[in-house]
């Protein structure tokens, strides 16, 4: 076993999740550490997070007030090996303030058990109120948005469009319905590593079958690469939506989203 090698689906979902709830302190002597501190129900995680790493590290408890809560009790791991920091800074997970600067890692990984991880820290799976299922993501990294649509759009055929919310300039990706039942499958597989909790949430919504009285599911066609390129070179939007056998209002979206990425680019 060698640590952090991301290519183990172990390592994949660690760094995941600490790129999105760890922190690397600097400072002089004991201050430069990494440390995670989520909820108690979780220590579990942190626990199995202390077995993967061949290095001494510490897990205490507290309880606090905080904003949400009179009397919140957490868990908090610690370490403070150089080894463990370098090769965290390696794959990309950076010193300090970071919730906008991380990237999907910058050495080969293991792609769903490293997004695990980060859905595990940072998002959520469940039920709505009108029940039905959902993955999400709440990320300020563009980077991390971007890459969570490419990902299961390539695997999965399933297409969105990162979009940032403008009160708090953070991005939200969701999943619901079929699409949901879709991620959670795909992510928490027998096995995996994960949050319990997540797990179970996990299961329940991939036991999840769309009502009778709902209606059919709309089967939308993911764009191809061929298809833009023709899109954008075609005389008119009926030639486009003749030849691609597509709908002229989808053409016409399409082709408007296509241009604006060509600008912003």
């Given at each position: ?6 290519e183990d ?27 995670v501190?989520i909820?108690h129900?979780?220590?579990?995680i ?13 897990i ?6 905080t904003n949400f ?7 908090r791991?610690?370490?403070?090996s ?11 997970l ?8 991380i990237?999907?890692?910058?050495v080969?990984?293991s792609r769903?058990d490293y997004?695990?991880?980060i859905?595990?820290?940072d998002?959520?799976i ?6 039905l299922?959902f ?18 759009k390539?695997t999965?055929?399933?297409?969105r469009r ?7 300039c953070v991005?939200?990706v969701l999943?619901?319905r079929?699409a ?5 499958k795909?992510?928490?597989y ?15 919504v991939s036991?999840?079958?769309?009502p009778?009285d709902?209606?059919p ?16 070179e075609?005389?008119?939007l009926a ?13 016409q979206?399409r ?11």
């Amino acid at each position: 076993m060698t640590f952090m090698d991301l290519e183990d689906p172990r390592y994949a979902y660690m760094f995941g999740f600490l790129q999105a709830d760890g922190n690397l302190y600097a400072g002089a002597g004991q201050k430069e550490r990494l440390s995670v501190e989520i909820s108690h129900r979780d220590i579990g995680i942190l626990q199995e997070f202390q077995k993967l790493t061949p290095y001494t590290s510490t897990i205490t408890e507290r309880t606090r007030a905080t904003n949400f809560a009179q009397s919140h009790r957490s868990a908090r791991w610690t370490v403070y090996s150089l080894e463990v920091r370098n090769r965290l800074v390696e794959a990309g997970l950076p010193y300090g303030p970071k919730s906008t600067k991380i990237t999907p890692p910058r050495v080969p990984f293991s792609r769903p058990d490293y997004l695990r991880g980060i859905i595990d820290a940072d998002g959520s799976i469940g039920h709505t109120g009108k029940g039905l299922p959902f993955v999400g993501l709440t990320t300020a990294s563009s980077a991390i948005a971007a890459y969570v649509c490419h990902y299961f759009k390539r695997t999965q055929g399933i297409q969105r469009r990162p979009g940032r919310n403008t009160r708090d300039c953070v991005y939200n990706v969701l999943y619901t319905r079929e699409a949901g039942v879709t991620v959670a499958k795909h992510l928490y597989y027998p096995g995996s590593l994960a949050l319990d909790r997540k797990r179970e949430s996990a299961a329940r919504v991939s036991s999840w079958v769309r009502p009778d009285d709902m209606g059919p599911a709309r089967n939308r066609r993911p764009w191809m690469p061929m298809e833009d390129r023709f899109l954008l070179e075609a005389p008119t939007l009926a030639h486009a939506a003749e030849r691609l056998e597509r709908s002229v209002k989808s053409c016409q979206a399409r082709r408007w989203r296509l241009r604006q990425d060509q600008q912003s680019g």
